[in-house]
């Protein structure tokens, strides 16, 4: 699915959303993006937007769901992407430096949520991410008691930082990683978990930074999360 296939609303703040289905054919589920109109079209311009969404999935299969998407997004290496030059010619301004602080006005939220039944395994695949220098993204799934999130840059300085806190208390960071400047791809990711029980559940809020200023950064972005079945 790509940008231009989501329905787009009028606000001065638009958020493009369409209906997603699990293994079932069931669309139970909406992914919905919003953010300067302008920055949304750009960063998401080259991307297919992939889900797997599945139900009645346990704790014990959520680990080997969990390893399977990682092998065969995140181990599969880089693939062809747009080249940076002509993709980094479309942004005139710098942002400020990256911080993990808490969504505002002007940033980029990427929401997969469901809007009936009762999903239990998430998946979201970004084949190809544009991150001006300074962007932070933020991604939400719906409630879970396990989560992670990972990048595999394709050009450009991977100087990327990741982090997952569990909104409202969201200044509590709970896992943060860099993936450092290196030969390209690197691949790295983060985590978080509580007991698999109903009141250990919370709304994950993942974040992926583009921590080297002045550089334009081509990466692919996995993000993974796992509930219980009443939720």
Not at 38 to 56: C, P, S, Y
Request: aromatic share 10%; no cysteine.
């Amino acid at each position: 699915m790509r940008l231009d296939d989501m329905k787009r609303s009028r606000a001065r703040r638009p958020v493009y959303s369409a209906p997603l289905a699990d293994e079932g054919g069931h669309e139970h589920y909406e992914l919905a993006i919003s953010g300067p109109q302008k920055l949304v079209e750009k960063i998401f311009e080259k991307t297919d937007f992939e889900a797997e969404i599945a139900t009645n999935v346990t704790p014990e299969q959520y680990e080997e769901r969990s390893r399977a998407v990682w092998k065969r997004r995140m181990q599969q290496g880089a693939t062809d992407s747009p080249p940076i030059d002509a993709v980094a010619a479309q942004f005139a301004k710098r942002r400020r430096a990256p911080s993990p602080a808490l969504p505002t006005k002007d940033s980029v939220l990427v929401h997969l949520r469901r809007t009936e039944g009762a999903g239990t395994f998430y998946a979201l695949w970004l084949p190809v991410v544009v991150l001006p220098p300074g962007l932070s993204l933020y991604f939400f799934l719906p409630r879970v008691w396990a989560t992670w999130s990972g990048t595999l840059p394709y050009s450009g300085n991977p100087n990327l930082f990741l982090a997952v806190a569990p909104p409202p208390t969201s200044a509590l960071w709970v896992s943060t990683s860099t993936v450092p400047a290196a030969t390209l791809p690197v691949a790295d990711g983060v985590s978080y978990a509580t007991a698999p029980l109903p009141w250990t559940h919370f709304i994950p809020m993942h974040v992926v930074v583009n921590a080297a200023p002045g550089t334009y950064t081509l990466t692919q972005y996995v993000l993974v999360g796992h509930s219980l079945t009443l939720f």
